[in-house]
């Protein structure tokens, strides 16, 4: 029997992949390069599944399920140091590493699930705080000139919930992540309303390093923005939507309407998505498609449950973004991934 994309994937929805390859070993990749190889596809790279919205005809190609684990610390003086994981340590694992050294500069980070490969596609980030701002650097395999390289922030592409490895699905692999951290028993200034009014601070108060990321899980918690282990919300693949780019005209609209706007890089004006959703009458647990609804905390998360397929989960979304422009004219953009389209790839061995 085939291997399912719904065995490891968080939303557990998607069909059979035509070859899974797991890495677990990294002196092993050369080995793993070559099976791949032997496929007619580009491989598609899965960490914990956490952001993924697959298909019910799965992937016919192989899927590369990152498992790889290993942290190191390497000091730079004067109370710098280089903290390098391997792509398939849970990134929450990584934030419980720093936070026990004492080393501040992802703290804001704790409780978001995916691994450490993962969050530099996405560019991840939570109450002020994302991955780029500390990344030094990433190994990556380059799956279209078959070598390995090294990617420094610049080459990268970062932007709101992107990166280049975002924006080129299938060309790289990401093996390892470096981020430069510094030792100080202080969180970086709390820069989120929401998370100063949960610690009980103002806005800029450095509090206790890890108070502030024990702040962070309960907030998230509060919210609904965890990841349980079971219940109504443990099939799910967190936001299923960017907060979305508007114009200045549209910003003017939404903050009549009583949404916030926000000044993002470069300038960009951004409102919330699960604002625009409650706007167009969304709530929290309501039903959407057949086996598809909210989740019961938070109208911007949908969660699959019985009889559920991939189909309707990407109806419930498309029908959730065609709404939302119906309405206001604003344009809403899925966050979870799907697997890359299918491509010949080239073998690196005759």
């Known amino acids: 029997m085939s291997d399912l994309l719904a065995d490891h994937t968080t939303l557990r929805v998607g069909g059979p992949v035509g070859r899974l390859l797991a890495h677990t070993d990294p002196a092993a990749w050369p080995d793993l390069v070559r099976a791949a190889a032997t496929e007619s596809a580009v491989p598609f790279t899965l960490g914990g599944g956490s952001n993924v919205l697959a298909d019910d005809a799965g ?11 290993g942290i190191s610390i390497r000091p730079l003086g004067g109370g710098v140091v280089d903290v390098t994981a391997h792509a398939g340590e849970p990134l929450q694992a990584l934030v419980d590493v720093v936070l026990n050294e004492g080393l501040s500069g992802i703290e804001y980070l704790a409780g978001i699930p995916g691994t450490v490969g993962a969050a530099p596609v ?46 080129h699905p299938g060309r790289w692999t990401i093996l390892e992540a470096t981020v430069r951290l510094t030792y100080s028993a202080l969180a970086a200034p709390v820069a989120y309303r929401p998370l100063a009014q949960a610690l009980g601070v103002p806005l800029g108060t450095r509090p206790p390093l890890k108070e502030a990321a024990h702040g962070v899980l309960a907030d998230r918690r509060r919210r609904g923005l965890s990841l349980p282990e079971s219940g109504p919300d443990a099939r799910q693949a967190g936001s299923v ?50 086996g598809v609804s909210c989740s019961t905390r938070r109208t911007l ?12 989960f990407h109806a419930a979304v498309q029908k959730a973004a065609d709404d939302v422009f119906d309405t206001t004219g604003i344009r809403l953009h899925p966050e979870p991934v799907r697997p890359a389209p299918i491509r010949p790839l080239q073998r690196p061995y005759g």
Do not use: M
């Open 241 to 290: 939507f960017l907060n979305p780019a508007i114009t200045a005209v549209q910003a003017a609209v939404v903050q009549a309407a009583g949404g916030v706007v926000t000044v993002g890089d470069r300038g960009v004006l951004r409102t919330s998505a699960g604002w625009l959703l409650e706007l167009v009458g969304y709530r929290p647990a309501s039903p959407l498609t057949p």
């Open 59 to 69: 992937y016919p190609g192989p899927v590369i399920r990152v498992a790889t684990r």
């Open 122 to 167: 996405q560019n991840t980030g939570a109450y002020g705080q994302q991955i780029s701002d500390t990344l030094t650097h990433l190994t990556v395999y380059d799956w279209s000139r078959h070598q390995l390289g090294v990617f420094r922030p610049e080459a990268c592409g970062f932007g709101y919930r992107t990166s280049i490895f975002k924006t």
């Open 301 to 312: 998360t949908f969660t699959a449950h019985d009889g559920v397929t991939a189909a309707s």
